[in-house]
């Protein structure tokens, strides 16, 4: 019997905490399986994907810059990844590559598993960035029913451009008035790098953050970004966002290795560990 293969592909690869998460899930399931990180440069990633499968790779995960082209090369490609634009969750069958993206599942998951009180009717959503992950946010929120996406990044026009291509209630404001934008919402979305370790702090008012208000940062490094901080200060409900990347995970290991893992706290913890 094939022990069955998965890895994550990117350039560079070696921040992924991938690996960690899958081969705790490998280990507390007892399956018999691998998944590897692959660092690929563009130029060979046609070549790497028509090779792994007769290595006895299942699958794989893709991840920054591979996203775009790995939709292009795919045979079959899912709604979701066809609307969002962009794959991050690859299958070898039988009848060719099928391309997915499960970035939006996890962020719903995500925000549900840490507001479980949160509805998509509640009211407005605030989303602050126009990069890929936004684009993920943005077709999940549609799908959950946000009446209204406010949509802000610091260059406008990108802004514009994405909303022209998602079929949703979406508003796009000047990052100056993001502060402003937050009036009224039931929720604010970080999409951005900003408050990441590294890179520039995210500049937010804490006053226009309300309580009851629910916020979430896509950024987990730090776990609390200053806008987590200031959020739970102000008593808004806050959910990090180590959560979207153990969610998002969860459909293409089920298809890789036929169970469907559980994202629980010791899930967390030994990801954190990484």
Same mark, same amino acid.
């Given at each position: 019997?094939?022990?069955?293969?998965?890895?994550?592909?990117?350039?560079?690869?070696?921040?992924?905490?991938?690996?960690?998460?899958?081969?705790?899930?490998?280990?507390?399931?007892? #399956?018999?399986?691998?998944? #590897?990180?692959?660092?690929?440069?563009?130029?060979?990633?046609?070549?790497?994907?028509?090779? #792994?499968?007769?290595m006895g790779f299942v699958g794989a995960n893709v991840t920054i810059p591979h996203k775009e082209?790995?939709?292009?090369?795919?045979?079959?490609?899912?709604?979701?990844?066809?609307?969002?634009?962009?794959?991050?969750?690859?299958?070898?069958?039988?009848?060719?590559?099928?391309?997915?993206?499960?970035?939006?599942?996890?962020?719903?998951?995500?925000?549900?598993?840490?507001?479980?009180?949160?509805?998509?009717?509640?009211?407005?959503?605030?989303?602050?960035?126009?990069?890929?992950?936004?684009?993920?946010?943005?077709?999940?929120?549609?799908?959950?029913?946000?009446?209204?996406?406010?949509?802000?990044?610091?260059?406008?026009?990108?802004?514009?451009?994405?909303?022209?291509?998602?079929?949703?209630? #979406?508003?796009?404001?000047?990052?100056?008035?993001?502060?402003?934008?937050?009036?009224?919402?039931?929720?604010?979305?970080?999409?951005?790098?900003?408050?990441?370790?590294?890179?520039?702090?995210?500049?937010?008012?804490?006053?226009?953050?309300?309580?009851?208000?629910?916020?979430?940062?896509?950024?987990?490094?730090?776990?609390?970004?200053?806008?987590?901080?200031?959020?739970?200060?102000?008593?808004?409900?806050?959910?990090?966002?180590?959560?979207?990347?153990?969610?998002?995970?969860?459909?293409?290991?089920?298809?890789?290795?036929?169970?469907?893992?559980e994202v629980t706290a010791r899930l967390r913890d030994a990801v954190l560990a990484g």
């Amino acid at each position: 019997m094939r022990v069955p293969l998965a890895g994550v592909i990117g350039c560079p690869v070696g921040h992924s905490r991938s690996p960690r998460l899958h081969g705790t899930w490998l280990q507390e399931y007892g #399956i018999a399986g691998h998944y #590897i990180p692959l660092h690929v440069e563009p130029d060979n990633l046609a070549l790497v994907l028509e090779t #792994i499968p007769a290595m006895g790779f299942v699958g794989a995960n893709v991840t920054i810059p591979h996203k775009e082209v790995a939709l292009a090369l795919a045979d079959h490609v899912t709604d979701t990844a066809r609307v969002i634009g962009a794959a991050n969750t690859l299958t070898f069958t039988e009848y060719g590559l099928e391309a997915d993206n499960t970035d939006g599942y996890g962020f719903l998951a995500n925000l549900c598993a840490g507001a479980p009180k949160w509805q998509g009717s509640d009211g407005p959503a605030l989303v602050l960035g126009a990069g890929g992950a936004a684009r993920a946010v943005l077709v999940a929120l549609a799908e959950a029913g946000v009446p209204e996406i406010r949509l802000c990044n610091r260059t406008q026009a990108r802004a514009e451009a994405l909303a022209a291509e998602i079929a949703a209630p #979406i508003v796009t404001l000047p990052w100056e008035e993001r502060a402003d934008a937050a009036d009224g919402a039931a929720l604010v979305v970080n999409t951005t790098a900003l408050g990441m370790t590294g890179q520039p702090e995210l500049e937010f008012p804490q006053s226009s953050l309300r309580p009851g208000m629910v916020v979430t940062d896509l950024v987990y490094t730090p776990l609390q970004t200053p806008l987590l901080k200031d959020a739970s200060v102000q008593g808004c409900q806050v959910v990090d966002g180590l959560g979207m990347l153990l969610h998002q995970a969860v459909p293409g290991f089920e298809r890789w290795f036929g169970r469907r893992p559980e994202v629980t706290a010791r899930l967390r913890d030994a990801v954190l560990a990484g």
